[in-house]
């Protein structure tokens, strides 16, 4: 049976599009072959980091990417495109990915725009991980 190819992209994929393809291949790895990019390269957010490991997926090892990466070096085509920017960056800058594919939107924030102290970020990030996880199940689920 051939992998469903899912592309997850936002502004720098630097957290949130890292941590849905970490999800997507943690939780229906054997349905989907999950990849991520932004619009930009950016520095994996460490707090994405560190929230995935509180529930036992290490993302430390991911690269971010640029969605050239995919048009240019892998020539990949998607089946669905799901831009994870929130709701202000959609409108204005959210990349969209060429091609013939589904294309989805999640308005998620942006881990990089919390602000506070190192807890008050950690549960921030906290929160929009499990946003993620919550929005995966259930689109996994409406599928066949």
Not at 8 to 35: K, Y
Not at 76 to 94: G, M
């Amino acid at each position: 049976m051939q992998k469903t190819k899912v592309l997850f992209i936002c502004m720098h994929n630097s957290a949130r599009s890292q941590m849905a393809e970490a999800f997507l291949n943690a939780i229906a790895g054997d349905r989907f072959e999950s990849h991520s990019a932004g619009l930009l390269a950016g520095e994996l957010n460490p707090f994405a980091v560190r929230v995935m490991a509180e529930v036992g997926i290490d993302i430390s090892h991911h690269k971010s990417k640029d969605v050239q990466h995919y048009l240019n070096t892998e020539k990949k085509s998607f089946d669905y495109c799901i831009t994870v920017c929130d709701h202000a960056s959609f409108s204005a800058r959210c990349p969209v990915y060429p091609g013939r594919n589904i294309r989805i939107h999640w308005g998620i924030p942006d881990p990089s725009a919390l602000v506070g102290s190192e807890e008050e970020k950690l549960a921030g990030t906290r929160a929009i991980r499990d946003e993620i996880k919550a929005k995966m199940e259930e689109w996994i689920g409406t599928l066949p």
